[in-house]
């Protein structure tokens, strides 16, 4: 969505802000503990023709759910395609088979953060510093490029229309950047940056992270009381190259983000990451208080 009905989007987020459910800080970081994700013996693929993988009756749900990933789509466009790329051991997480660190002891003070992978395709949810949940996207084609940078989640809704074009129907829509119409939301995944400037979505994803990721509350109908969640968009797509994945035929690790790297792409905004998060902490410890009085 380039343009926006701002109007409109303004009268949602205050109803949605007066109905948001306020939920307390975060527990201490200590408490937070490793998911116990599955880990696969090999990591290694190959390339395989879509529809003859399909017909194997034994391949599970779960394993076909890592094959979509893997490949940046869903089962439709997966149906279209020819050949793909195939993890030769299915038997782990898929956490293991998507690009980011498990954990980020570089974010252990942070409750929630997003990160979206332009160059990989891929997003990332953490917590204190610990990997809670991944996935693939499909961001902007070349024409009508994701904006990259720190935002935050503002007003969300469970179905919008698409203000580029009323024939889209659009679920589980955050929206990250309110005047450019720019957010998260499920919508088809054919493989590649595809979308209007969003961030496309499973549609499993974009309802955890709709459920997930906190909104702002607005004092008013034009000023933030609090922002929500962080949300940083790095990395550059190369529209004219091949895709990035398929270089995990050669290099199963090619597309490894590192701590590192995710240090480096977080660290211009620690500051305001911080001050917005002390803020929300403070609203809601303000009307703990003034439930409790």
Sequence with gaps: MKKSVIVLNMLVAVLLSCQQNQKPPAKDN???KVPEWREPERIAYEIKNAREWLQDSSITSPEQEIVFAVNRTDRKHFMKMDSVIIPVDLSGDLV???PFPLELPYLRDIDKIIYFS???????????????YTGPTNMGREKDPTPTGLFFTNWKAEKTISTFNDEWDLRWNFNIENKAGVGWHQYDLP???????????????AKYLYNWADQWVLENRTK???KGTPVIVFGAYDFHGSKPWLQL??????????EEEL?????PFLNE??????????YLLTIDQTENS
């Design 273 to 282: 990451i911080f001050m917005e998060q002390e803020n929300r902490e403070d």
């Design 249 to 258: 035929i050669h290099d199963p690790h090619a597309l490894d983000i590192s």
């Design 96 to 98: 293991y088979y998507l």
């Design 191 to 205: 493989g590649y940056p595809s979308s209007h400037s969003c961030l496309r979505l499973l549609e499993k994803d």
């Design 118 to 132: 332009y160059h990989t395709q891929t997003f990332a949810a953490y917590e204190y510093g610990i990997l809670v």
């Design 30 to 32: 200590e408490d937070n």
């Design 263 to 267: 240090e480096e792409v977080t660290e």
């Design 224 to 226: 933030v009381r609090v």
